[in-house]
């Protein structure tokens, strides 16, 4: 494995910076990347702060800095030791002004402002955490989309996920010879996604969950037999109903995520429009 340190530095929270970073890193083989993240930066005692750090930890740097002096500091010190200082934003920046004729505004954290659509998301994730594995599930008809999957099929990672994304999201197991809330089935507004999965990485989920939690693994959880009933059974609700189905068993939560919004904005527009 190849170390090397990257020194991630915003004027904002960091995760536009951690998310591009992250992203570029992954089309890397065995790295291993030693990260230093520096967030909120928008004195020039923070900026010191920093370069001292670059001194004692040479490595590459990522930077979204709308500050013209602190953004100088940094470029100066980072040529003055041969080290990439990357502005992640300024070419795409750049470029739409250019198309659209338009000056830009520089604010630090402007992307994070307390808008409607801020509050929209802090209100689907509270939705999210208190719609969690069936729990209140007489409100489904409040949600944007409801999950429905037999155990251990990411259902909960990908509501938080939607819900950062700002769509009310619930979700509701799927367990053999338990009924199914009454309400789910009588559903217009929600749309509903059948999540299903192959039995062999299900048992291999199953089996790793069993060891973190210390318990007994030969239980009817981890059984071939009965995980291909449950997601044979699962599938026939899923078809009975016609709700969309993903196959969860190579797809990452954000992938899943992506393909939910998809079936979502075909399932507004055949119901005549509206916000999720």
Not at 105 to 117: I, R, V, Y
Request: net charge negative.
């Amino acid at each position: 494995m190849k170390k090397f340190n990257i020194h991630l530095v915003s004027d904002s929270t960091g995760e536009t910076v951690g998310s591009v970073a992250r992203a570029a890193l992954a089309q890397f083989d065995n790295l291993e990347p030693e990260e230093f993240n520096w967030t909120l930066v928008r004195t020039k005692t923070q900026m010191e702060r920093i370069i001292e750090s670059i001194r004692e930890n040479p490595g590459a740097v990522i930077y979204t800095l709308v500050d013209n002096t602190l953004r100088d500091m940094l470029k100066m010190e980072c040529a003055r030791r041969g080290l990439p200082c990357i502005a992640i934003l300024a070419t795409v920046v750049s470029e739409l002004s250019a198309f659209l004729g338009l000056e830009t505004h520089a604010s630090p954290g402007k992307q994070h402002a307390l808008n409607e659509d801020y509050f929209s998301r802090v209100d689907a994730i509270n939705y999210a955490l208190a719609h969690d594995d069936g729990q209140g599930h007489w409100e489904l008809d409040e949600a944007d989309i409801v999950l429905v999957g037999v155990s251990r099929t990411s259902k909960s990672p990908t509501c938080v996920y939607l819900a950062y994304k700002g769509y009310k999201t619930a979700n509701i197991p799927f367990v053999l010879g338990c009924p199914l809330p009454p309400s789910l089935e009588a559903l217009k507004k929600p749309l509903v996604v059948g999540l299903t999965i192959s039995t062999d990485r299900l048992q291999q989920i199953r089996k790793t969950r069993l060891q973190s939690l210390k318990q007994e693994q030969d239980t009817n959880y981890v059984d071939m037999e009965k995980m291909e009933e449950e997601i044979a059974e699962s599938r026939k609700l899923y078809h009975k109903h016609k709700w969309p189905i993903i196959d969860v068993t190579k797809r990452s939560v954000e992938e899943t995520a992506a393909t939910i919004v998809q079936y979502f904005k075909k399932h507004q527009e055949k119901m005549g429009g509206g916000n999720g």
